[in-house]
């Protein structure tokens, strides 16, 4: 790899704001890690990744075993999601796949408020 190509830090958004009728699906991950393999990171780089739902990281088991990792060498991870996090060890075990010599790994949902000025506060979790 030429160091030149290589991105320092990274902030990455996805946008996956789907329905009921759409869950994440094999093409769904296929693409993710064919998406992140596309983005290549110097060694000591610390890349925030923000998700709608956990669910969108949790590659399963059988791509796993087929797929390379997509950041082979990625150290730092921060990856926050718009839900509650309800499979933080699969989520865990996702992301060690995804960086497999990460040294720091940080993850956490979130539930936003969002205030109407005629009806006060609502919580609504995305």
């Known amino acids: 790899m030429n160091a030149q190509n290589n991105v320092l830090n990274g902030h990455i958004i996805i946008n996956e704001w789907f329905t009921d009728e759409h869950m994440y699906d094999r093409d769904w991950y296929i693409d993710l890690i064919i998406f992140l393999s596309n983005i290549n990171f110097s060694y000591n780089a610390t890349v925030s990744l923000h998700v709608c739902s956990e669910e969108a990281l949790i590659i399963p088991e059988s791509l ?63």
Do not use: Q
């Open 64 to 126: 796993r075993k087929i797929c390379r990792p997509p950041w082979p060498i990625l150290k730092h991870l921060k990856v926050m999601t718009f839900h509650t996090l309800k499979r933080k060890r699969e989520l865990r075990n996702s992301l060690y796949w995804v960086s497999p010599v990460l040294e720091t790994l940080i993850y956490r949902g979130i539930t936003m408020t969002l205030v109407s000025p005629t009806d006060g506060a609502d919580e609504i979790a995305f």
